[in-house]
């Protein structure tokens, strides 16, 4: 397909024998299935997490997702429809947002949208501290479509519908994805420094070529980050990579976004500032029923593995988030001098890219509001007793 120049290294014959590679993958995730997939990750995490990384064949990828995120060790059962009982200062914005989600794909219609409607009010309700942010809206959406097999046609159940809920609920809190959602967006200002620390050692070449153009990161890492790709990229590769960040962990976004830049080098080295730009916008729009994006995703992941991130990035990624958001600014006279990113607000100042003018993002904060929400008392108890059970701490917000 036409699309291919624009992924030169995926314009290779390792698509060659894919048919058989399937069905060999196929055979493997029905093996483990059969043997238990959360006795197999317990046992081999490694060769679970190697196969997963090569793409989970779609009849498998829920139960795997639903195993990765140990989501049925956090459902507490009749909660969920407790959680729809109570209103919220999101609902609003909820409610924009949600005809704004695959608006492309007609089978999304109105029983699909309720449905997201509802899940996300229950985790605004549960975790108000994040509420609700643009974004979240994919998220979610993107999991409905895997609990159905792909397709959204599908009657979605309310034992489904929660069962979505609690994944969900596992993703952004245990695996630490509400912490770009915050206000501020603490952890996503983290990781857009990590990213500019990598590129600049992994890619300097475009790098290099970026600052010429005077071309931000942010202009593509935002929806790339906020939404996990979804909004971005073929839906086709957003699984595959959405298989090993879920499986893998938060932090594999950073050599997925890099492997991927990394395909596209050759085409994005003869662009323009505004073509860049024109061309991130348009990558998910630029489908072809003949074009294997599963496969490039999966070339991207594969390359991805050459990619790593130093301990002292990580050690800044894992670092606990604030409790408060007055926290960022909190000084006192007998502190002694922080060293540059020992803060959250140090990353706030630090991201402005060293190419920049000074301009600022058009990305506006979705947090410009308040938030007082009355939760039954047992919930906030039990969710309190669960970030003990995680080893969190009671004072952990994230």
């Not at 992924?7 to 060659?16: G, I, N, Y």
């Not at 996503?188 to 931000?216: G, M, V």
Request: aromatic share 12%; charged share 20%; net charge negative.
């Amino acid at each position: 397909c036409d699309l291919y120049l624009l992924w030169p290294a995926a314009c290779v014959t390792w698509t060659c024998g894919m048919a058989d590679d399937k069905l060999r993958r196929q055979r493997l995730w029905k093996s483990m299935q059969q043997r238990g997939l959360q006795k197999f990750m317990q046992q081999r995490p490694g060769d679970f997490l190697r196969r997963a990384r090569k793409g989970v064949p779609s009849e498998y990828r829920a139960e795997v997702w639903k195993t990765a995120l140990n989501a049925e060790a956090h459902a507490k059962p009749g909660l969920y429809q407790e959680l729809q009982t109570a209103d919220n200062e999101f609902l609003h914005l909820i409610k924009i947002d949600i005809p704004r989600t695959f608006p492309e794909d007609p089978s999304f219609d109105a029983e699909q949208q309720k449905c997201l409607f509802r899940i996300l009010k229950a985790y605004a309700n549960l975790c108000p501290d994040v509420g609700y942010c643009q974004g979240m809206n994919f998220i979610v959406g993107l999991l409905l479509l895997v609990v159905q097999g792909g397709d959204f046609g599908q009657t979605l159940s309310p034992e489904t519908e929660e069962e979505t809920f609690w994944m969900f609920f596992s993703l952004m809190e245990c695996s630490h994805l509400n912490g770009f959602y915050r206000r501020q967006f603490p952890l996503l200002q983290r990781y857009l420094w990590a990213f500019e620390e990598l590129i600049s050692s992994t890619l300097p070449d475009l790098q290099q070529h970026f600052c010429k153009e005077n071309l931000q990161h942010t202009v593509y890492l935002h929806q790339w980050f906020l939404t996990l790709f979804i909004s971005s990229l073929p839906l086709p590769m957003v699984l595959v990579f959405w298989d090993a960040i879920i499986c893998g962990g938060l932090q594999e976004i950073l050599p997925i976004s890099l492997s991927v830049l990394q395909l596209l080098k050759a085409t994005l080295l003869k662009m323009k500032f505004e073509e860049i730009v024109s061309f991130f916008k348009t990558m998910r729009s630029q489908q072809q029923e003949d074009c294997d994006f599963e496969s490039i995703a999966r070339i991207a992941v594969l390359g991805s593995d050459s990619i790593s991130i130093p301990d002292h990035i990580l050690e800044v990624l894992r670092r606990p988030l604030p409790l408060r958001t007055d926290d960022l600014m909190e000084r006192t006279p007998q502190s002694p001098p922080r060293r540059r990113m020992d803060s959250d607000e140090d990353f706030a100042l630090s991201m402005t890219s060293p190419c920049s003018t000074g301009a600022t993002s058009s990305e506006g904060s979705a947090w410009d509001y308040l938030r007082q929400i009355r939760i039954n008392p047992g919930v906030l108890s039990w969710w309190e007793d669960t970030k003990l059970g995680l080893g969190l701490g009671p004072e952990t917000s994230w």
